[in-house]
């Protein structure tokens, strides 16, 4: 299993970034580079506990979609998403919040496993977890961006 952690502090209250780590429209904002859509189930505005939503994205040159839930939430500290359906043998992405003096810690702890045994270790090893790595820190990125511009 992979597991990657990135941390971004944000100049704002981690309710509003809490807000922006789940709202869709901000996600395919962030993911233009992607083309991600939400093309199913909760597909605009703020996600929530149990509800569901597929993505449709083009990742290595190919169209892929990925099929997750909010699996666990607690207001403005944590989140949880994982996979339902897609490419990963399994996939979860928990999202904290910490406030600290107005400003936010924002914590991603992204665990992973590829399919096809050592081909898809060897793949993520060279290319996917980079991949995965620059994803998240361009969503980041963006969700600073707006965050700290309200």
Do not use: C
């Amino acid at each position: 299993m992979t597991t990657i952690n990135l941390i971004t502090k944000i100049n704002t209250s981690k309710q509003i970034v809490f807000d922006l780590a789940r709202n869709i429209d901000v996600h395919q904002n962030s993911a233009s580079k992607t083309n991600e859509k939400a093309i199913a189930g909760t597909t605009s505005g703020l996600i929530n506990l149990n509800e569901t939503l597929t993505w449709k994205g083009k990742h290595f040159g190919i169209y892929l979609t990925h099929t997750s839930k909010i699996t666990e939430m607690e207001l403005h500290d944590y989140f949880a998403d994982e996979m339902i359906k897609g490419r990963f043998k399994s996939f979860k992405h928990e999202h904290s919040f910490i406030e600290k003096n107005g400003k936010t810690v924002m914590i991603d702890n992204l665990m992973y496993e590829t399919p096809f045994g050592i081909f898809g270790k060897l793949f993520d090893r060279l290319i996917l977890k980079k991949h995965m790595i620059t994803f998240v820190k361009t969503r980041n990125a963006v969700l600073k961006n707006l965050a700290e511009n309200q």
